[in-house]
């Protein structure tokens, strides 16, 4: 099986807990390089996890002819900068949410990449599941009917002011950190822009938005909502993952966490009737991977389209927008 020849630029947290563990499963994949800050660092994760260079600094990974593609899971603020130069050096790019932090940004880079004839992806490791291909299944066969009303929620207790998440120079906050979760949901199950969008958010007293709440309208009488925050109650679980969806024939809910491995499930509510769903869903990360693997090696079309990110980047700034982020603390 021809295999990708990827480098990681950095050592983040997601890279090691999710992103790495899945190139690991990936069949197509070729751990090759990692990068770091720090050559001490970028050791220590080439010997754990089986790279077969280490790299002081991020140019020297994209200087090297043969790494073909970079996962970039660097903090909010750094992703355009470094999807930008991996893009110049002729890198294939997988990049973490969000791709830059505003459309006009987003759309320069996909123009970038098409132009240098590389596949520039944004990192939505959930919509590569099974689990949301089930979800999109019963939407489309009509199960429940015409979508009246989805409701997504993302609420974690993971607040804590060291955190790079929660920093206004690092683009942080509940929106671009988690809301994206709730917004990509929305769009890949209704494929559908909100004409209005309405919303407020409470504010730490560094100008990060630590709660969001938004509602969104749509054509043909549709409309969401979505919560996300990181002041979840200390004795609740560490995060609440909700999804409910209404129809004019029956309701799908779903307790299931974005990014679930292993076994998950839904309920299907039909004439009041609860019938429990269950998938199976691999290494999410895993088949992230693989799929960009594909799309460099046979041409299979993403999962997560530059169409689909320039959108969602358009919704997210609605939002951020509409809860004056751009104002509050100005940096």
Known sequence: MEKIRWGVL????IARDCSIPGMQKAENCERYGIAGRSLKKA????DMFGFEKAYEGYEALLSDPKVQAVYIPLPNNLHYEWVKKAIAAGKHVLCEKPLAP???QTVELFEAAKEKGVFLME???YLHSPFVTALKKEIEEGTIGEIRYIESQFLTSYYDKSNIRLHKENYGGAVYDLGCYNTSMLLKLLEDMPSRVKAMAQYDENGVDI???ALLNYENDVRASITCGMIFEK???????RLYIHGTKGDIKSDT???QEGNASYTLIIEGKEQIRN???PHNYQLEIEQLGRCIIEGETPVVTADFSIKNAKILDAILQEIGYFESNVM
């Open 43 to 46: 050791e220590d994760y080439k």
């Open 235 to 241: 004795d609740k679980p560490h995060r609440y993952d």
């Open 102 to 104: 505003t459309p006009k």
């Open 257 to 259: 966490e974005f990014n």
């Open 10 to 13: 950095g050592t983040a947290g």
């Open 279 to 281: 998938v199976y869903c």
């Open 123 to 125: 990192a939505y490791a």
């Open 211 to 213: 709660y969001t709440a």
